[in-house]
């Protein structure tokens, strides 16, 4: 089972990103995929997930308006559009993938990809 992530890059604070993550084997209606970020020195943060099946999607409150989450599921591939990005906005992403419902804790989530960096100069 693999979770590959792409889109990050070096941006400035009020451009846009949008990250993709592409997964291998089954992704059921009731799966949930996101994603959570890790800045150095700081704990790995809930971002954004979507429920696999009815397309619910959920955010942190730091980044409501700004981000939105997708899927397609014939590609079984989900995104996240990044935009008006802050410098606070700085980490690495890591694609998700649970199959035990939304939760906003790491450990609740089985699949991690290897991650993508996205850094937003000011």
């Known amino acids: 089972v693999q979770l590959q992530a792409s889109g990050g890059g070096l941006v400035q604070a009020g451009d846009s990103l949008r990250l993709s993550c592409v997964a291998s084997?089954?992704?059921?209606?009731?799966?949930?995929m996101g994603w959570f970020r890790q800045a150095p020195g700081k704990e790995r943060e809930f971002v954004s997930a979507?429920?696999?099946?009815?397309?619910?999607?959920y955010y942190t409150d730091s980044v409501k308006g700004r981000f939105t989450i997708s899927r397609s599921q014939a590609e079984n591939t989900v995104y996240l559009q990044m935009n008006s990005l802050k410098p606070e906005d700085t980490a690495q992403y890591y694609c998700?993938?649970?199959?035990?419902?939304?939760?906003?804790?790491?450990?609740?989530?089985?699949?991690w990809g290897q991650g993508t960096q996205v850094t937003v100069s000011s």
């Open positions: 084997g089954r992704t059921y209606s009731s799966s949930v």
């Open positions: 979507i429920r696999w099946g009815v397309g619910n999607t």
């Open positions: 998700v993938r649970s199959y035990r419902g939304l939760s906003t804790v790491a450990k609740d989530y089985s699949d």
